[in-house]
């Protein structure tokens, strides 16, 4: 089975975040790109190399739109997701379901989305800084494709916390990672991320390929 390097996912992410230069976005991803979305909030590209990269939140509207929708909605299998995670994470399926990516990489709100998307679509998927998406513990059928990269500084990872009798959780493995010492501020930019996974305390713990 083909396997994506942590880096490779890293860099991608890094890339996806457009800069902006006199009111216009330059798209670093460049030629890689072969498809794209950028409706309603939501970004998602798929590259010629068959891997779809979802970048996180990236305007003020992604809050109202997305994270801060915290109720609960049931999805087709019958399980309970975050609303805004889920709504997000359906625009992102009906973009790639036709394009069938090899690869699923996401950051932040990305992640949120590649956790839903990469689980339903049973494709190798890596995310970075995830959120919670899942209410309940029974294993999801294709949770096995997707890994969670996570900071125990970063609080967008330990986020929503648990509302009523719903508590979220993250889908998919979880590689934990701490920093040494006190580290004041958050680190949740996929610099941060690529930094601390470099780390030779995590040389063994945290798969730099995967599926592992």
């Known amino acids: 089975m083909a396997k994506m390097n942590v880096y490779d996912a890293g ?33 998602a590209y798929f590259l010629k190399d068959k891997t779809l990269v979802i970048p996180g939140t990236n305007e003020p509207s992604d809050w109202a739109d ?9 999805g087709d299998s019958g399980r309970y997701w975050h609303k ?20 699923i990489v996401g950051h932040s709100l990305g992640a949120a989305s590649a956790q839903i ?4 679509m049973k494709v190798p998927t890596i995310a970075f800084a995830s959120p919670k998406v899942l209410s309940g513990k029974t294993r999801l059928a294709g949770e096995g494709w997707v890994a969670n990269y996570l900071r125990m500084d970063d609080t967008v990872c330990h986020m929503p916390p648990g509302i009523g009798n719903k508590k979220y959780r993250h889908v998919g493995s979880r590689y934990w990672m701490a920093p040494e010492g006190v580290n004041p501020g958050e680190d949740h930019s996929i610099k941060n991320y690529m930094q601390i996974i470099k780390d030779e305390r995590f040389k063994t713990m945290v798969p730099k390929d995967w599926p592992r």
């Open 84 to 103: 805004g995670f889920m709504t997000h994470a359906q625009m992102v399926f009906m973009f790639a379901k036709g394009l069938k990516p090899k690869f």
């Open 117 to 120: 998307v990469g689980a339903s």
């Open 11 to 43: 860099d991608l992410i890094d890339r996806a975040y457009n800069e902006k230069k006199k009111g216009a976005r330059l798209k670093r991803l460049g030629s890689k790109i072969l498809h794209q979305v950028d409706v309603a909030g939501v970004q």
């Open 66 to 74: 997305f994270n801060l929708r915290v109720e609960s909605v049931r």
